[in-house]
């Protein structure tokens, strides 16, 4: 082959398109199946680890059913009536989520003025910690007595016990920006709301993040407790009416519920925050260390 031929060739091949990497659609399946498992399977384990010391120790001790039920029969009682204590669980959800979004939406609301005011924090955040130490089960009989058996109490309730930890996490978050990146910010004459957007916000997530995984268990719990002064559906009523006619059983098969139902959120927030903050150095550093 003479030089020419030879020079053809080299650009013919220089000129073919790069060789594209791609990942075969069974690896990807394996890599999220992993990813998964990562998760789900140690608190698994120990989940079952518990539920298995918790059997063996009532058969041994031969532990009265109307004291501690054994967990396999709590099981079956669940798995028996599914429906049923699905159908109270969605009316507990149902509150304890209208009342986090309250909840935190006063919660953010109130941080925002508060984070760009001393004086107005501190006017407000004694006030806040009133609200914190205040104990629900005092508050909730006024909130029936002020708003009825309906559903407003529960939903009030559950945006108290919320409000508190997210207004503090949000005041954090809000002023914890970068100062160099403020500073640019503030040389490129850019005004306080596009500091907030570009700046004080995002700077904020992995703070609301925290304050929400605290926050979205606790909403349960607060709904659950209104439950107890008035309602006639819900969890926290089934728990009221098992308990007098010792129904251990059925009690804590509204217990497992509410379990379910916490952990379930908190995993949902999880994900979601790995989602949207996977720029931020702990998304790196989890991905990392697995």
Known sequence: MDRTSLDTTKRFEAARPAKRFTVRLPELKLSVLLSALSYVLPPAV???????????????????TYIVPAPFDVFKRLW???GFFAGQGMVTLAEAMSG??????????LAVFMAHSRYLERSLL???????VTPVIAVAPLFVIWFGFGVMPKILIAALITFFPT????????????????????????????????LRFPSALPYLFAAFRVSIPL???????GEWFSADRGLGSVIIVANSNLDTITL????????FLGIGLTILVSVLEKKVLFWHESSISDKMGR
Do not use: Y
């Open 219 to 225: 909403s349960v719990i607060g709904a659950v407790v």
């Open 46 to 64: 120990a989940i079952l680890s518990a539920v298995l010391v918790w059997q063996v120790l009532v058969e041994v001790r031969n532990v009265p």
């Open 80 to 82: 028996s009536d599914f």
């Open 126 to 132: 004694p006030l806040a910690i009133l609200v914190k």
């Open 167 to 198: 207004l503090v996490n949000g005041i954090t978050g809000f002023r914890s920006v970068d100062q160099g990146a403020l500073d640019f910010l503030r040389s490129l004459k850019a005004s306080q709301r596009e500091i907030f957007f570009k």
């Open 100 to 109: 986090f979004v309250i909840g935190c939406f006063v919660a953010l609301m």
């Open 252 to 259: 804590f098969g509204a217990v497992f519920t509410l379990a």
